[in-house]
């Protein structure tokens, strides 16, 4: 029986995997967690529910960043010891054990890669998304219900909170538009890539003569900002218009006109936020939005940035950045960097990971190129 010889394999993953660790810097890992952990432990932490939070979170995310690190490296070395002993017993299963771990390293190692290069200076930040249907009547707004259910998704597979702030329900069948929240560490940096407009290509379920329909809409993606000083927003810079929330159908859900719409009339940025219950709450959300939003647009400014990090979409032909098709084939592909795959299905029930690789992966070269 022939020896199993991963050795050439191996060597990659542990030169891929010290390259990742010297990003990490591991001591400095650790001496955060043990101020953290010391915050953490501070009789009066919880005066400031808030801050509290923070800290906790924090403490949380770089206890299981220094974990899984560790993790790697002990899995690495078993691996090793595994195809040692499948080898001297000459056994198939341990054999197929040793090839089934070396691709889930493979992938482990391939994510913690994709990690590293989320640098950007707000690439750790919780992030909010906002959809909106772009060109294509109802399949536009049925499309920008489609991509809502599939981002959703995806922060539910991968246990980030999302809260949802504020919903635009079509007349006949979908959405207009939506806003939700991602608290989660480095959602920004991962899901910026997926700013732009998505374009979908389906027989249309809306329309009689059962034609190919195509139709667009709009994702953008910005950093979410924890509270601060920094910007200073004047009463008279606002318009704050209240409304009541509705559901789908125009139905109502609130009994009090709590929905609160902020509008900056400087810039023309609009607010919307409805998931809270009253209407104090919902201004407070709106307005923590709102300044993230424009310490974004202050933040770019000082930096000379010839690249918003959230720009203008127009949703329509000429501008998509993937598509999606569902007839006459099955294909979702991504025109930046070509990354596609043959099962739709899959894609729009969250399967995002490899188009969020691939994003990131294209982005980094971007930049190195403008450098």
Do not use: C
């Not at 994510?111 to 590293?116: G, N, P, Q, R, V």
């Not at 407009?197 to 953008?220: C, D, I």
């Not at 940025?269 to 809270?276: D, F, G, K, R, T």
């Amino acid at each position: 029986m022939s020896e199993i010889d991963i050795g050439h394999d191996l060597s990659e993953l542990r030169t891929t995997f010290s390259d990742i660790r010297a990003v990490v810097d591991t001591d400095a890992l650790e001496r955060d967690i043990a101020e953290l952990s010391e915050r953490a432990g501070a009789p009066d932490l919880w005066d400031d529910p808030d801050a509290a939070q923070q800290v906790t979170s924090a403490l949380s995310h770089k206890q299981a960043q220094l974990k899984r690190v560790l993790d790697t490296e002990q899995r690495i070395d078993d691996l090793e010891v595994l195809v040692e002993l499948a080898n001297e017993e000459d056994d198939d299963s341990a054999k197929s054990d040793v090839r089934k771990e070396l691709a889930a390293l493979q992938k482990t190692i391939s994510d913690m890669e994709i990690h590293t290069l989320l640098d950007g200076d707000f690439d750790e930040l919780p992030a909010v998304v906002t959809i909106r249907a772009g060109a294509g009547g109802v399949d536009a707004s049925d499309f920008a219900e489609m991509l809502l259910r599939m981002y959703l998704r995806y922060a539910e597979q991968h246990g980030m909170p999302v809260t949802v702030h504020d919903t635009s329900y079509a007349e006949e069948a979908g959405i207009k538009s939506a806003s939700f929240e991602i608290d989660a560490p480095y959602a920004f940096g991962n899901l910026s890539v997926e700013a732009g407009t998505h374009r979908l290509v389906r027989m249309s379920p809306f329309n009689s003569a059962g034609k190919r329909q195509t139709s667009f809409a709009a994702v953008e993606v910005v950093p979410l900002f924890e509270q601060t000083d920094e910007i200073d927003i004047p009463e008279n810079d606002i318009r704050v218009d209240v409304f009541r929330s509705s559901g789908p159908g125009g139905q109502s859900v609130n009994t009090t006109d709590s929905a609160v719409r902020i509008t900056h009339l400087p810039t023309g940025i609009v607010v919307s936020m409805q998931n809270e219950k009253s209407q104090i709450q919902n201004r407070a959300a709106a307005m923590r939005v709102l300044q993230s939003r424009l310490l974004l647009v202050k933040r770019e400014e000082e930096a000379a940035r010839k690249k918003e990090l959230a720009g203008t979409i127009s949703a329509s032909w000429g501008d998509q950045m993937r598509s999606y098709v569902l007839a006459p084939y099955q294909m979702v592909k991504d025109l930046r960097t070509n990354h596609e795959v043959n099962n739709p299905t899959h894609v729009f029930d969250g399967d995002l990971d490899g188009f969020i690789a691939a994003g990131i992966r294209w982005r980094k070269q971007q930049q190195l190129a403008d450098d």
